[in-house]
């Protein structure tokens, strides 16, 4: 299994809502990324996990909440969003260090209303 | 402090025609160096990559980059543009622990 499997694909909901974005991934890497991607602009880094713990955040506000319950799994938990936060959000994995390269996936699109 | 320049924000190329995109990036040790591309609404697909040996590496779908240090760059080319190539283009370079990308370049293909 070589892919980044994201779901959903769309989703879109209210300012007062919680949700939760899925990635699950079989391919053996042990590091994960969550990204945010604004049309017509390239990939904004949200978090790194690596050996399921969180290595990197780059200073993303506490509405978006990251977990890594295992090792082929990362959550992005949602939480009174805001309409600029509209974008799509790429999972990413990888074998730890980047040498490798990202296998990234499909994304969420994500409308906030 | 890493960055990476993507000179050309849209080009468009006749198909069958020839095709180079220009990256520049600045990074203080020998980076890794990826170009990505990605189609309307998807993911990004890695094309290539290079961190060590030969400065001209082969990817997928006909691409391929040289790496020249003295020009700090890692240019993208294909001898033949298809209309499926249009997307755009990301290229990205890596320290150890998270991917740098450039602002891309849109690559549209004219018939």
């Known amino acids: 299994d070589t892919e980044v499997t994201q779901t959903p694909k769309h989703l879109v909901m209210g300012m007062t809502n919680k949700k939760s974005l899925k990635c699950e991934q079989h391919?053996?890497?042990?590091?994960m990324y969550w990204y945010k991607q604004k049309a017509k602009k390239p990939p904004e880094l949200m978090f790194v996990?690596?050996?399921?713990?969180?290595?990197i955040n780059e200073s993303v506000p506490s509405r978006f909440s990251p977990e890594c319950p295992n090792s082929s799994l990362l959550n992005l938990h949602l939480h009174a969003l805001q309409p600029e936060d509209s974008a799509l959000y790429l999972c990413?994995?990888?074998?730890?260090?980047?040498?490798?390269?990202?296998?990234f996936g499909s994304g969420t699109r994500l409308t906030v209303v | 402090a890493q960055s990476v320049t993507q000179p050309d924000i849209h080009i468009t190329v006749s198909e069958g025609a020839s095709l180079e995109l220009r990256c520049n990036y600045s990074?203080?040790?020998?980076?890794?160096l990826f170009w990505y591309v990605q189609s309307p609404g998807q993911g990004l697909q890695l094309l290539l990559k290079?961190?060590?040996?030969?400065?001209l590496v082969q990817g997928i779908k006909g691409f391929e980059a040289e790496f020249k240090r003295s020009q700090s760059s890692f240019n993208l080319r294909k001898p033949s543009v298809h209309w499926s190539d249009a997307a755009e283009y990301f290229c990205a370079v890596g320290p150890l622990t998270a991917l740098i990308f450039g602002k891309g370049t849109t690559l549209s293909v004219s018939s």
């Open positions: 290079y961190f060590s040996g030969d400065t």
């Open positions: 996990y690596s050996y399921e713990k969180l290595s």
């Open positions: 391919m053996g890497h042990r590091a």
């Open positions: 990413a994995s990888s074998h730890v260090g980047v040498s490798y390269g990202y296998t």
């Open positions: 990074y203080g040790a020998t980076p890794y």
